[in-house]
């Protein structure tokens, strides 16, 4: 039963990483077909960072990304902290409310905003050409709030509600209260809410390929007018490097709760 | 005479249409430690917490000083609380907890300083600064709330239920402590307790609370000896009640005998409830007892037995050093000043007839449950 469970847990490994470990190869290898490895060599990631035009793309989904991210985070939790004062019946409502963006399919999602941004701006903004970069941004905010106001709520519900009233008993108007003692208790909802905006930010594509006029472009949207003809080995290169990056944000996410964790346990222990 | 410094005049709260508190006038001396008692749910806390502008009462008025402060903020009053669970912030270590308060009034450096170095002192958590608050005992934790409410040397400070969470002997010392601390600093506290003893052991005053309502104020001594109603007395202390007729003043008529007592004021032929304490009853041979009865329960309780009796159909609990076994046929002799007499009132016939009580009957009882569940 035990070796059984262990053969499927690697199988189960080896089927999701498997893709990552070929393209991963791949960005080394010397010649363009994909089936056959010839031999190992840098070039792709010489090549990649010789290439301007795709490093602007790169740039620009990092732009988008860090900036959308950075809003959302802001906002999710200034809407989180109002849910969560809300009498227990409307933070439900709220809550589900903020729920059923997550669940819709992004192509409903990306082609209503479409819809929104060029009424908005072609009928009442007079503009000729209305989807731009503020398009984008917008909408990568619009999608990004839930999972962030989805990652602080517990953190609140979580936090004694009488640390609130210790602070405003000590002196703390509101507004000091949440900097001084209630920030510091969500932070590490605040914090996972920020990566996994980010992240989805970064590999999203449907909603960006509705939203995105022709001046500002995201890496995915460009990459998929390039799957017309046979991608290039520099792109190759240039996903491992993402994937390297989403890996050590996400190591470095779980490092710090678990450091976290154990620093409360190790001091709570020593108090004993 | 001390001065007033808090007055609550007709306050009442409502919560979706239920009424938490009814009409409670209340004043507070300056220097006095005074304790809100009663049982959870009676409205002690949501008293409180008027009292620090945690919450706005739905009518009445909140006077400080002299002024009307129902619309200032918690963070505008000069009143400190201790939070049941001591809501220390985490993230701070004990000194900066303890300077919480300073640093947000934005005190120069060396006085917050002087200040919190003070305060350490004066809970004994010297060398302690630097601990993270989550590793200290329940007992630590606690004084470094009380410090950290103090430091700011507020003119009121408030301490919901704050000895709740500790075990019984570290919960003596605190009492001992919260005494000293007050006495030492003349500071007002407002106590919140369910625990009877501790109101009756540390307070100048002690408020009894049901029911969103001030059953009795007054002092330890005078709630103790003198309840107001069967609630008072049967919430203080265990209380025989009994119903009986005053028949003038310092005659009551109970169990078909008139006895004396130390009580006037009453209508004649008033119905009464009349208490009798169980540490107050004599116990003596039956030939020379104004009442004689059989006992059926006892129970070692360490200082002394608790002794059930029947008297009539009517059993009541008296406390004993002397073993009397079940069975055994007793006469108990009551002293005029034994006998406490109290108007009727709503909770009559409610509290102070032990004849649901038995210690057996509770074991039966418990062994049927145990039969069910296997």
Not at chain 2, 148 to 159: G, S, T
Not at chain 2, 281 to 305: A, C, M, R, W
């Amino acid at each position: 039963m035990k070796r059984t469970n262990r053969i499927l847990t690697t199988l189960i490994f080896i089927f999701l990483y498997i893709p990552m470990v070929v393209l991963i190869v791949a960005s080394f290898n010397t010649g363009k077909d994909i089936t056959q490895f010839e031999s190992f060599t840098f070039k792709q990631y010489v090549r990649l960072f010789q290439d301007s035009s795709l490093l602007q793309l790169l740039g620009n989904s990092l732009i988008v990304s860090i900036l959308a991210s950075f809003c959302a985070t802001t906002f999710g939790t200034v809407a989180a902290l109002g849910i969560h004062n809300l009498n227990p019946k409307m933070r439900k409502a709220a809550m589900t409310l903020t729920n059923i963006p997550m669940t819709n399919p992004d192509i409903v999602t990306g082609v209503s905003l479409s819809l929104l941004f060029v009424f908005v701006g072609t009928r009442m903004l007079g503009q000729r050409n209305s989807l731009t970069f503020w398009t984008l941004l917008i909408a990568h905010i619009t999608f990004n709030l839930p999972y962030v106001i989805l990652n602080v709520m517990p953190k609140l519900k979580q936090m004694d509600k009488s640390l609130t009233d210790a602070a405003m008993d000590l002196g703390c108007t509101p507004v000091q209260a949440f900097f001084r003692v209630t920030l510091h208790e969500i932070m590490p909802g605040i914090v996972s809410g920020a990566i996994m905006a980010f992240t989805m930010s970064l590999d999203d594509f449907v909603i960006s390929y509705f939203v995105s006029g022709l001046d500002f472009v995201t890496l995915p949207v460009e990459i998929y007018s390039y799957t017309k003809k046979p991608l290039q080995p520099k792109i190759y290169a240039m996903f491992t490097l993402l994937f390297l990056l989403i890996l050590v944000l996400m190591i470095a996410m779980n490092l710090i709760q678990v450091y976290g964790d154990r620093k409360k346990a190790h001091s709570r222990t020593a108090g004993i | 005479m001390s001065k007033e410094l808090i007055r609550l005049q007709d306050l009442t709260v409502e919560f979706d249409g239920e009424r938490i508190l009814d009409g409670i006038n209340l004043y507070f001396n300056d220097h006095e430690f005074l304790t809100l008692l009663g049982p959870s749910g009676c409205g002690k806390t949501t008293t409180l917490r008027i009292i620090g502008g945690f919450l706005k009462p739905t009518s009445g008025t909140v006077t400080f000083d002299g002024k009307k402060v129902n619309d200032v903020p918690p963070y505008q009053r000069q009143i400190n609380t201790v939070f049941q669970r001591y809501a220390l912030f985490p993230h701070l270590d004990v000194y900066d907890n303890i300077a919480f308060g300073l640093k947000v009034a934005k005190l120069p450096k060396d006085e917050i300083k002087r200040r919190v170095s003070e305060m350490l002192e004066i809970v004994s958590l010297k060398g302690y600064e630097n601990r993270s608050v989550d590793s200290l005992s329940g007992g630590q934790q606690q004084r470094v709330a009380i410090a950290r409410a103090l430091v700011n040397r507020p003119k009121v400070l408030l301490l919901d239920e704050p000895l709740a969470a500790l075990d019984l002997r570290l919960r003596k010392d605190m009492q001992n402590e919260l005494k000293r601390i007050q006495q030492a600093t003349g500071i007002t506290f407002i106590y919140v307790t369910h625990d009877q003893e501790e109101a009756l052991s540390m307070s100048d005053t002690v408020v009894v609370m049901d029911k969103g309502r001030i059953q009795q104020i007054g002092r330890p001594e005078d709630i103790y000896n003198e309840p107001k109603n069967a609630f008072v007395a049967d919430f203080i202390g265990e209380s025989n009640i009994l119903d009986g007729v005053m028949l003038q003043d310092y005659k009551v008529r109970f169990f078909g005998r008139v006895f004396d007592c130390v009580d006037k004021g009453f209508a004649p032929s008033e119905n009464v409830d009349v208490v009798i304490r169980p540490e107050d009853i004599d116990i003596v041979p039956p030939e020379q007892g104004h009442l004689v009865g059989t006992v059926t329960s006892i129970t070692f309780k360490g200082l002394n037995y608790d002794i059930i009796v029947e008297f009539k159909g009517f059993k009541w609990l008296i406390q004993t050093t002397d073993y009397h076994g079940v069975g055994s046929v007793i006469g108990i002799r009551l002293n005029p000043e034994d006998i406490h007499i109290m108007h009727k009132s709503e909770y009559s016939g409610m509290f102070g007839d032990y004849s649901s009580y038995s210690a057996e009957y509770d074991e039966l009882t418990e062994d049927a449950a145990d039969e069910e569940a296997e």
